[in-house]
């Protein structure tokens, strides 16, 4: 075998240190622009790292499950320690007023649309 197709365990464990679970997300559209939901078990607000780059949306959390000193794990079974998922936003989308709120390992985000793509109603002038 040649050293270029050798797989070490270094070389494993450092695909699984960049490895992540996908959040399981609901995306709710209505008139005035989406409301996404992340389920984030075990992340806390301060692990929590959101991002808008361009045109992309990025979540981010780090999974921290505080196990007692005196106490060792029998049994694991959630084996990457972080989550993370990314999503193109639409040019239709206000990128720059996007809250969230995180409650319960729930991420709420609400991405506004932006105000040319807002519904309008138009005047009917009678002449």
Same mark, same amino acid.
Do not use: W
């Given at each position: 075998?040649?050293?270029?197709?050798?797989?070490?365990?270094?070389?494993?464990?450092?695909?699984?240190?960049?490895?992540?679970?996908?959040?399981?997300?609901?995306?709710?559209?209505?008139?005035?622009?989406?409301?996404? =939901?992340?389920?984030?078990?075990?992340? #806390? &607000? *301060?692990?929590?790292?959101?991002?808008?780059? +361009? @045109?992309?949306?990025?979540?981010?959390?780090?999974?921290?499950?505080?196990?007692?000193?005196?106490?060792?794990?029998?049994?694991?079974?959630?084996?990457?320690?972080? =989550?993370?998922?990314?999503?193109?936003? #639409? &040019? *239709?989308?206000?990128?720059?007023?996007?809250? +969230? @709120?995180?409650?319960?390992?729930?991420?709420?985000?609400?991405?506004?649309?932006?105000?040319?793509?807002?519904?309008?109603?138009?005047?009917?002038?009678?002449?």
């Amino acid at each position: 075998m040649n050293e270029a197709a050798t797989v070490t365990k270094r070389d494993v464990e450092q695909t699984r240190a960049e490895s992540a679970l996908l959040p399981l997300v609901d995306v709710v559209e209505d008139a005035g622009g989406i409301t996404l =939901y992340a389920d984030l078990p075990g992340v #806390s &607000k *301060e692990n929590l790292h959101l991002e808008i780059e +361009a @045109e992309n949306l990025t979540i981010a959390g780090e999974v921290s499950l505080n196990t007692p000193d005196n106490l060792e794990a029998s049994h694991i079974e959630l084996e990457l320690p972080r =989550y993370r998922r990314v999503f193109a936003l #639409s &040019k *239709e989308l206000d990128s720059a007023k996007v809250t +969230a @709120e995180f409650k319960n390992g729930v991420l709420q985000l609400r991405i506004p649309k932006a105000e040319h793509a807002q519904p309008r109603k138009i005047e009917i002038q009678v002449s």
